[in-house]
Each structure stands twice: as structure tokens, then as C-alpha cells.
């Protein structure tokens, strides 16, 4: 047993001493185990878990959640103080000297009366202290291990802050209109490379048109995904309820089910 008091209530310190000890020779085997990539996937689902309890508004799930991600960010702490690269103390005071920096119209004399101004500062001071020189560094720096939806939202983002982007929310609908003709030349001439290519841009061009919008793609996609789940649960209800496999019906017969699940959700909205 390893040397440890507890407590009613525990603070941030005590969190950093129990993920020593259990890193220790004397702690889990298992913790000890561990390093930066055995639990990379782990420091996703915890940050997707807090994301569901956000939408969940469920303050309690929240709050547990966010323990689960301030563990991983404690032991991967860990692991870099124990191969003496950094520690704890070094990544708060890292981030506090950055929001500082930042900040300079709360901690120093800039002026930013309003948001736009804020984010305009913010760019121009996060350019300087990262060594980007050009506009395609910024774009280059959204890290590529973001889900690709919400990485083209970003992309696009920083494009339009350069001075690239549609001159009005009609130019951007537009050219999902062009980028779907494309894609219909490449499936009549059965051009795969560039049928993959086409979808893409296709994908892109819809994610331009719902920034200018004002709609958050990635949450509007969510939205259709948790829409289109509940609709084909109620298919199957009714098709189960008539003792019918609904894998065995002809796709014209399962629509009548489908737009019969659609009715009844849209009723019971309304």
C-alpha cells in the first residue's frame, strides 16, 4: 500500500500526487504501463463524453467529465515530468502567459471594443508569437487530426479572415449547384478517382454555404444523423409491428413505411 491520506475533498494537488503514486513502483501496474499513445484514443472519448454531456445539459455528468479529461491531461503531464521533458506546473504557467498575451485589451493598453475586434487581435498576435509568416501558415496549422467536417469549417474560416471567401451567401449556394454538376459528370462518365474528388468538393462547398449562413456545420449534420436514427427506428417499429423483416422489403415498399415514420415524427413535433 502506498503512502497516501485520504480525504473528504480533494484538490488539483492531490490529483497530481495520486497519478504519481500510481505511476510508481509500488502504484498499478497497468498506470505504470501506460504512455502518450497507448491512451491517445482514451483522451478522445473522454473529450467526446463531455461534449455529450454539454448536449445533454447534464451538469453532473459534466462535471465528472471533466474530471475524466483533467486525468489525461495530469498523466500525460506525468509521463513527460518522470522522462524530465516538462511538468504540470510548466503547462499552467504556459497557458496563463499565453492568455495574457493575448489578452492585451484586459491586461495591457489595447483597445478592443468589441468582438470583432477581439478575434482580430487575436489572429494577429497568435500569428507573431507562432512564427507564422504567411496566411496558408494559418490555414496549414489546423491540425489535420480533426474530424474532416469540422476541419474544413476551420480551414474556411481562416481563409475568409485572409480575404478569401464568397462575396455574399447566394455565391456560396451557388457553387454547391456548380460542385454537384461536376459530380454528375463524373458518375456519367464512371470516373472514380474523380468521383472522389468531386464528393469532396461537393462536402466543402456545402460546409462555405452553412458558414455564411450563420449554421454550424458539423452540429447541423449531427442534427440530420440523431434525425434520420429516430426516423428508422419508428420504420422498423411499423414494419415489425406488421410482421415484416424490413431488410426483405423492396426499397419502393419500405419508403411507404419510411414516410409513414416521417408523418408521425413531424406530427408529434408539431
Known amino acids: 500500500m502506498v503512502d497516501f491520506q485520504q480525504k473528504n475533498n480533494y484538490s488539483i494537488d492531490d490529483l497530481l500526487t495520486i497519478v504519481r503514486l500510481l505511476r510508481s513502483e509500488g502504484g498499478c501496474p497497468w498506470d505504470r504501463e501506460q504512455t502518450h499513445k497507448s491512451i491517445r484514443n482514451d483522451f478522445l472519448e473522454e473529450t467526446c463524453e463531455v461534449l455529450e454531456a454539454i448536449d445533454c445539459e447534464n451538469t453532473e455528468l459534466l462535471r465528472e467529465e471533466l474530471g475524466d479529461v483533467l486525468l489525461q491531461v495530469v498523466f500525460h503531464c506525468r509521463i513527460e515530468e518522470e522522462n524530465k521533458s516538462f511538468t504540470f506546473d510548466e503547462v499552467c504557467d504556459e497557458i496563463c502567459k499565453k492568455l495574457i498575451i493575448r489578452h492585451p485589451h484586459v491586461f495591457g493598453d ?40 469540422m476541419r474544413a469549417q476551420k480551414v474556411g474560416k481562416r481563409a475568409m479572415r485572409a480575404g478569401m471567401d464568397f462575396s455574399c451567401k447566394e455565391d456560396a449556394i451557388a457553387c454547391i449547384t456548380a460542385e454537384k454538376a461536376e459530380l454528375d459528370r463524373a458518375v456519367a462518365n464512371n470516373d472514380t478517382v474523380n468521383i472522389e474528388e468531386e464528393i469532396g468538393d461537393l462536402l466543402f462547398s456545402c460546409v462555405n454555404a452553412a458558414r455564411h449562413l450563420g449554421v454550424d456545420a458539423e452540429l447541423a449534420l449531427k442534427a440530420s444523423t440523431d434525425k434520420f436514427i429516430k426516423r428508422f427506428a419508428l420504420t422498423e417499429e411499423l414494419t415489425v409491428a406488421d410482421n415484416i423483416d424490413m431488410k426483405e422489403l423492396p426499397i419502393k415498399e419500405l419508403d411507404i413505411y419510411w414516410d409513414k415514420a416521417k408523418k408521425i415524427i413531424d406530427s408529434e413535433e408539431f
Open 110 to 149: 489595447v483597445v478592443a471594443e468589441n468582438t470583432d475586434q477581439v478575434l482580430k487581435n487575436w489572429d494577429a498576435i497568435k500569428m507573431e508569437t507562432k512564427g507564422q509568416n504567411t496566411y496558408t501558415d494559418t490555414l496549414r496549422s489546423v491540425a489535420a487530426t480533426l474530424p474532416a467536417l
